[in-house]
């Protein structure tokens, strides 16, 4: 075995999941440079997650990736609720997102096609993965981390990074070797997925989901006609086994029920169902991301967009960071803005998901009885669907306790995700289309004093005025209120009197400057009235 040093870099991200994929995507984007390794052969095969969130989405718009997402997958428009073999309750998502996000639904696109395409997308950036490449172990510097990796003919190598990302799942090799507890248990059920070719009543292109008093069956459309990805229980007995299982070994009761015909099984896996979440996500110069920070059940389908989360809130702030953009000290919001959610959520799915398969009388009460009654009439009411909507689509997760957020103008708050505005120049473009810059900006929706036109100039702050429309006003923006943005798309400073004073303490305190003062772009963009 010889040992060699090359190939050093600003980041080294252990792991090729979509989480570190996103990280590098967003990092090189950013013009940083970045090695990512995984000690696997190829891409995952058999992954689990099937959903990809509205939030996920707007975040992918913001690097020319979500119309190449949303044409290989299927829209999810409907979702059945079965009891017992009857279909209870029909929750229609066509106008749950409307007005929202621009992508009013959740999308169904496997793990693994999302991954092949996330790949594709950053060999063209020129940036490949490192396959059969394993982390031995790093140490810290002063400035720098030096990693020992393992290459596939069994050399080493010794890469020094100025940060190093674990995106290297539940059993992270990086969270490890920072001894970062990983507190949290694990659920009696084992479960399995498999996609499959099918007909019946629950195979209609709409997420199904069957309930019984000890078992249940989640079925997602996938985008070929009659294929569909199910996940369920495996029977007790054959779980207790400890043998190889198989599609012979799942509980067929639920299946049997919902009238679905299997024609064929292309695939098929088991898994059992953790929750936990790291005592820290960060430790001197690593950084936990995705898997390695946080696990929870599938409820919701949260997962894997909550580790995309991750990735984009690391990568704007490490960028900055390394570019000399923002001073170190920014680093520090990574934690606990990430945490807080991931702690947040997996108590909420751990809940559901207790509450779907638990055999308890009070479970099986509010899951067979409560449940079929009280959707249909939930879903009458166009506020409950869209409170669901905003849940389950990440569009309401925000930082409001962040150090990086101040202010409230309207109901907007520091810290919020900035509101979707549909139409603020006839109809060309959204609110959102200046995110695509990856850049510090300020949005004014009304007019803009000439003393913030002056600061921003000075400061090569970008400042996007968009004329005032009288729906701005029911997103819970103010008018000629002042909106400093991130690079994330969310909120950091909201003031109600568009104070030019305001946006200028908060760039100065921080030492903040924005990518356009680096390039010399035009910094005042007037919409069109």
């Not at 982390?135 to 030096?146: G, K, N, T």
């Not at 059993?171 to 659920?187: D, M, Q, T, W």
Request: some cysteine.
């Amino acid at each position: 075995m010889t040992g060699s040093s090359t190939g050093n870099t600003n980041v080294l991200i252990v792991g090729a999941g979509p989480t570190g994929l996103v990280l590098a995507l967003w990092l090189t984007r950013l013009g940083v440079a970045v090695r990512i390794v995984d000690k696997t052969a190829e891409p995952g095969t058999t992954s689990r997650a099937v959903a990809v969130q509205a939030r996920t989405l707007e975040l992918y718009r913001q690097i020319g990736l979500a119309d190449a997402i949303v044409e290989r997958g299927r829209k999810a428009v409907a979702a059945n609720f079965w009891v017992t073999g009857k279909r209870v309750a029909r929750l229609f998502f066509g106008d749950m997102g409307e007005g929202i996000s621009p992508f009013p639904y959740a999308l169904i696109f496997p793990q693994d096609e999302h991954e092949r395409l996330l790949i594709e997308r950053l060999s063209e950036l020129g940036v490949i993965v490192e396959r059969r490449t394993e982390l031995l172990s790093f140490e810290e510097a002063e400035d720098h981390v030096l990693a020992r990796l393992k290459r596939a003919d069994d050399t080493e190598e010794t890469c020094q990074a100025s940060w190093i990302a674990g995106c290297d799942g539940a059993h992270s090799i990086v969270r490890e070797s920072l001894k970062i507890g990983f507190p949290g248990g694990g659920y009696m059920h084992l479960f399995y997925v498999a996609d499959v070719k099918a007909s019946g009543a629950a195979i209609n292109n709409e997420l199904n989901v069957g309930l019984d008093k000890s078992d249940f069956l989640a079925v997602f459309p996938l985008k070929d006609a009659g294929h569909a990805r199910l996940v369920g229980t495996v029977r007790e007995e054959a779980a207790q086994q400890h043998k190889k299982l198989s599609w012979i070994d799942v509980s067929k009761r639920v299946i049997e029920w919902m009238n679905i015909e299997i024609e064929s099984v292309n695939w098929f896996s088991t898994y059992r169902v953790h929750h936990r979440v790291a005592d820290h996500f960060r430790k001197g110069r690593a950084f936990l991301l995705g898997d390695a920070a946080h696990i929870h059940s599938p409820v919701g389908g949260q997962g894997m967009n909550t580790g995309l989360g991750d990735a984009v809130n690391l990568a704007w702030k490490l960028a900055a960071v390394l570019q000399g953009r923002a001073n170190a000290s920014l680093l520090d919001s990574y934690e606990p803005e990430r945490v807080a959610f991931a702690r947040k959520l997996v108590a909420t799915t751990d809940r559901g998901f207790t509450g779907v398969t638990s055999s308890g009388a009070i479970a099986r009460l509010i899951r067979l009885r409560i449940v079929p009654r009280l959707m249909p009439f939930l879903s009458r009411f166009a506020e409950a669907r869209r409170l669901l909507f905003r849940t389950v689509s990440q569009t309401a997760i925000n930082y409001r306790d962040s150090s990086l957020s101040e202010g409230r103008a309207g109901s907007v708050r520091g810290g919020d995700r900035l509101p979707w505005v549909k139409e603020v120049s006839d109809g060309r473009q959204d609110n959102f289309t200046p995110l695509t810059s990856l850049d510090w900006q300020v949005h004014v929706y009304g007019s803009a004093t000439p003393e913030v036109q002056t600061v921003c100039a000075d400061r090569k702050l970008p400042l996007h005025v968009f004329p005032w429309r009288p729906g701005m006003g029911h997103t819970g923006l103010r008018r000629d209120a002042l909106y400093l943005v991130r690079p994330d798309g969310y909120v950091a400073l909201a003031d109600p009197t568009g104070s030019a004073r305001a946006v200028a303490s908060y760039i100065d305190s921080r030492n903040l400057t924005s990518r356009s003062e680096r390039r010399g772009e035009p910094v005042i963009h007037l919409a069109d009235h």
